[in-house]
């Protein structure tokens, strides 16, 4: 609050010493110190009034209290380890704690059973429950709710036709394939809970990521139905536009007031106004206005992604698509010229802030865009009217759906074969550094686009050169390196380790957190064939890169853990195998098996640590639950040691296993929970450590970096060496890494 006070004194005092010479830049600063300063005015206004108050108290002690106020979201199912719970948000505005009911207004989370599915969006209940302290400064509190809300109002006329709709939604959306189901209601409310993880990966490599939440263009598409639909009706004037604004305020109830539903309607309707205005200046006037307007009602927009690429590439589109049309419309048609500057120009400018999130950049985002660009219209349109049907009839609403769900096919299957190409991403630092050099190639780009698209020939040679490389991408100098028996992934904070069988294929043990990361490493390594896939346990950074392995590749079989816990994730693990055709099959200690020029064999679990230890899904148990392996390749030995804790490295020890190997996989990330008897007992000379940068665990721990010194042991890790390769040459072994 008192760095807003300095910024507002020091515009007005700026303001009063005013220039001839200098008044244009005065003015500009003082307003944007203006702007600063009421920006974080209202940051300060906020975060105390969710503050302020007695919840974050009775928060701190854990106290029970019942509390009074409007649902402000939809209910979201989750699986818990012992039985599924419910995520949804109230507006609390009575409170009562010690015997005492006092007014307020706070947004509080509740996590509470499966009967507050039933609860709807905009009603009003009562829920009894203890608080708990929040992770963020936008929650008062979370209470742990006991029992059954009590519903103590209806929501309003609008509120509950609007919900009505979004059910139909998913009644429309019923006879089709999951991911057609799925992309149903998420084109027109942005509902993505029932997405398979493949198809948001495929869409995250595609740069499609777009479609499966609400964004200005979600807006752009349904009002340009509904003005059409009135002018075709003879709605002019004032008329058209009353229309024009009911569309706005139903689309935005049809998708939840959040900041983020709004943001999208804001930036849909400033492109809108600035193409059809056909002046840059204006455009970018008005989205200068949105965007104050935006951080001044809700500031923490000032932090989000979203706003920021939202923000990006409205003005991408402003500035840049209108040249870039015109341009590519003297030797094309001007509709597939729009359709192909639109989505260029809003990438370019967005590609450096993707980058820095996802450490990668796209290369089939452009042309992905375009060859759906025909199908998002349709398909957004024809399923807002599956919808629709769907309330009168639901035999009119399916016959809808399945009428919608051909678009929706042909944007899967772009997304999915787009995401297959070898070349479909690359990975880029996320580094100041490299974003900064990747934000110089795009304004060269972009300096260059006119000159380059204003010619056929120019045009299609470029575009033919993106194609080859697509195709044949460049791949890293001298990786793989010659005799690579194993090579460890950089995939973040998670494991994924490819074993080399000798014949062309691999066996992949562990996935990673992050499909795209792990198909960049496999097709880096030119891996296609994949007889075993094995998953050490069921966490979530060493399984959810499944999909890369399962899209593209022959799979012979997935091994498993024998403890299925996360369950969420073993659905995950066993949906995925059923869909690609592939067997799963559990691992068991004392097992021996051979694939090509590997061997190993199975040390854990025991059966002392495979039942687990009754402790949450993100505890020790599955841990404790890890395949560990040891393999034997090209005359060395490599110690796989999963997620291993003290618990099952004691058992193993105890089970009279050797556990003498060249090379120790460490386990658990190299964290603090080790015992130092399990890591000396190996006699390995080099020890790997899968682990992401600046990770919030402390991984790996320097007590164990300490041990593993103390034993004489070479440390290598992904955070810090990339992808890490073990070559054996001349039967000597040696580590190549690349970044």
């Known amino acids: 609050m008192a760095a807003a006070i300095v910024l507002w004194i020091a515009g007005v005092v700026l303001l009063g010493r005013r220039s001839s010479r200098q008044v244009g830049y005065r003015f500009a600063l003082v307003a944007t110190l203006i702007i600063a300063g009421g920006a974080l005015a209202s940051a300060g206004l906020r975060a105390d009034a969710v503050q302020a108050g007695p919840l974050r108290t009775l928060a701190s002690d854990g106290a029970s209290v019942h509390l009074a106020g409007q649902v402000t979201s939809d209910p979201v199912r989750k699986d818990g380890r012992f039985a599924p719970f419910v995520l949804v948000t109230l507006a609390v505005d009575h409170l009562t704690a010690r015997g005492l009911t006092t007014s307020i207004r706070s947004p509080v989370l509740v996590i509470g059973e499966v009967s507050w599915l039933h609860i709807a969006y905009g009603e009003r209940v009562d829920a009894f429950g203890h608080l708990q302290e929040p992770d963020g400064p936008d929650l008062s509190g979370v209470l742990i709710a006991a029992g059954a809300p009590t519903v103590t109002a209806r929501a309003g006329w609008v509120t509950r036709r609007i919900g009505q709709v979004r059910d139909g939604l998913t009644e429309a959306a019923g006879p089709l394939p999951p991911p057609e189901r799925a992309l149903l209601p998420a084109l027109v409310d942005g509902d993505v809970s029932a997405m398979p993880a493949e198809t948001t990966a495929a869409f995250k490599t595609t740069g499609l990521t777009h479609l499966l939440a609400v964004s200005g263009s979600n807006l752009t598409l349904v009002l340009g139905f509904v003005l059409f639909l009135a002018r075709w009706l003879r709605v002019k004037g004032y008329a058209l536009g009353a229309i024009g604004a009911v569309a706005v305020v139903l689309f935005v109830l049809l998708a939840r007031p959040q900041p983020s539903v709004l943001r999208a309607a804001a930036m849909g309707l400033v492109a809108l106004a600035g193409l059809s205005s056909g002046s840059r200046t204006r455009g970018v006037r008005v989205l200068c206005v949105a965007v104050i307007v935006l951080v001044l009602l809700d500031p923490w927009l000032a932090r989000s992604v979203g706003f920021v690429l939202s923000t990006l590439a409205t003005f991408g589109i402003l500035m840049l698509a209108p040249g870039w049309r015109d341009r590519l419309a003297r030797w094309m048609p001007p509709a597939l010229a729009e359709a192909v500057a639109v989505p260029l120009a809003a990438q370019i400018v967005c590609t450096p802030v993707i980058a820095a999130i996802s450490g990668r950049v796209s290369l089939v985002a452009v042309l992905a865009n375009i060859v759906v660009a025909p199908a998002v219209g349709p398909a957004t349109v024809a399923s807002l009217l599956a919808g629709l049907a769907a309330l009168a009839n639901a035999t009119a609403g399916h016959l809808a759906g399945r009428i919608a769900g051909v678009p929706l096919w042909w944007i899967i299957w772009v997304a999915r074969h787009g995401a297959e190409i070898s070349g479909a991403s690359v990975g880029w630092g996320a580094d100041a550094a490299s974003i900064a050099v990747l934000s110089l190639m795009c304004l060269s780009l972009a300096f260059l686009a006119p000159a380059i698209l204003s010619h056929r020939l120019s045009c299609l040679a470029v575009t033919a050169a993106l194609l080859v490389a697509l195709v044949h991408p460049p791949g890293r100098f001298g990786w793989p390196p010659d005799g690579w028996v194993m090579v460890m992934c950089d995939v973040g904070q998670g494991d994924a380790l490819v074993l080399n069988t000798g014949d062309g294929g691999a066996v ?232």
Not at 509 to 527: K, R, S
Not at 550 to 562: D, F, K, N, Q
Not at 647 to 670: C, F, N, T, W, Y
């Open 508 to 739: 992949v043990v562990d996935t990673g957190p992050d499909p795209a990361l792990l198909a960049d490493c496999l097709d880096h390594l030119d891996i296609h064939d994949v007889p075993l896939v094995v998953l050490t346990h069921f966490h979530t950074d060493h399984v959810n890169g499944l999909p890369a392995v399962l899209s593209g590749r022959a799979v012979g079989e997935i091994e498993t853990s024998p403890y299925d816990v996360p369950w969420d994730r073993y659905r995950a693990v066993s949906s995925w195998a059923h869909a690609a055709g592939v067997p799963l099959t559990v691992a068991v200690a004392g097992e021996r098996r051979r694939v090509g020029q590997l061997r190993w064999r199975v040390l854990g679990p025991t059966a002392a640590t495979s039942a687990g230890d009754g402790s949450t899904d993100d505890g020790s148990g599955p841990n404790n639950a890890s395949v560990i392996m040891l393999v034997r390749v090209a005359g060395i030995r490599i110690l796989l040691a999963g997620e291993a804790e003290p618990e099952e490295e004691d058992a193993i020890m105890a089970a009279g296993s050797d556990l003498r190997a060249d090379v120790l996989k460490q386990p658990h990330h190299g964290s603090a929970a080790q015992d130092p008897r399990f890591l000396a007992a190996t006699q390995a000379a080099v020890s790997l450590i899968p682990v992401g940068a600046d990770n919030p665990y402390g991984h790996p721990a320097p007590q164990t970096l300490s041990w593993l010194h103390q034993l004489g042991m070479r440390v290598y890790r992904t955070d810090r060496d990339g992808d890490i390769a073990l070559v054996v040459r001349a039967g000597q072994l040696s580590v190549v890494t690349v970044k």
